[in-house]
């Protein structure tokens, strides 16, 4: 046990260290949620929209924010020419979750970005604090496991996916997606959601990390036997 700890944190800490030196990713993630902000307040003309299309347009937002910087995360190792040295000291499990955990922390990091101003750009205010963190949290978790998963399947593609990560993630996510607008559309003041939602988005999440661990075994292992 100690050594699988030891091990996802090697992962994480390596991850945490790349990716800080180089930004790219960080860089791209932020900007494109910027720049979404910008477009969505400027269209608006200072209008604000109904609690629903305010939960919708801040979901849009943070899916495709979290898109730009998770995509990359397994094929930017066969670029950097680390991969194979992944495969031979590190096993599965710690490789799975030790990415994991450095896109939770790289989505909760543009969340803490994104929120406040899509917040102040849009004029909207937040009525159930403690669902909307909840749900926002579980949301992420959401998109961190199925990201992870799926930037997993696309290694096969070698880089050469492009947009189909995003088309391979949608069907996977809305499972989470949905409630997650529906309880943010609540917080903002809308129509009665049930918070039972919050339960099938806690046990989504605990099934597709499950789901993920169980596939990445065979991902990893056959991707290795080529």
Do not use: C, H
């Not at 003309?45 to 990359?72: D, E």
């Not at 997606?177 to 919050?198: C, R, W």
Request: charged share 10%; glycine share 8%; aromatic share 12%.
């Amino acid at each position: 046990m100690s050594s699988s700890f030891t091990q996802i944190s090697l992962v994480l800490k390596k991850e945490l260290v790349t990716s800080l030196r180089d930004r790219s990713s960080w860089a791209t993630m932020l900007m494109f949620a910027l720049v979404t902000l910008s477009a969505v307040s400027l269209a608006l003309r200072g209008a604000i929209p109904s609690p629903t299309i305010s939960a919708a347009l801040l979901w849009v937002i943070l899916f495709f924010s979290s898109m730009a910087g998770v995509g990359n995360i397994f094929t930017s190792e066969s670029a950097s020419g680390t991969l194979l040295a992944l495969r031979i000291y590190g096993s599965a499990s710690a490789v799975l979750f030790g990415k994991f955990f450095y896109t939770l922390i790289l989505l909760i990091v543009m969340s803490l970005f994104t929120v406040p101003l899509f917040i102040i750009f849009i004029g909207i205010s937040v009525s159930e604090t403690l669902i909307f963190i909840i749900s926002i949290v579980l949301g992420v978790w959401g998109i961190a496991s199925a990201g992870t998963l799926t930037a997993a399947i696309m290694m096969a593609t070698d880089g050469k996916g492009g947009g189909l990560f995003s088309i391979l993630m949608l069907p996977v996510i809305l499972p989470v997606f949905l409630p997650a607008i529906a309880l943010t559309a609540f917080s903002f003041g809308g129509d009665a959601a049930s918070v039972k939602y919050l339960g099938a988005m806690l046990i989504y999440d605990l099934l597709i990390t499950v789901a993920a661990s169980m596939l990445f075994d065979f991902l990893w292992y056959e991707e290795s036997g080529e």
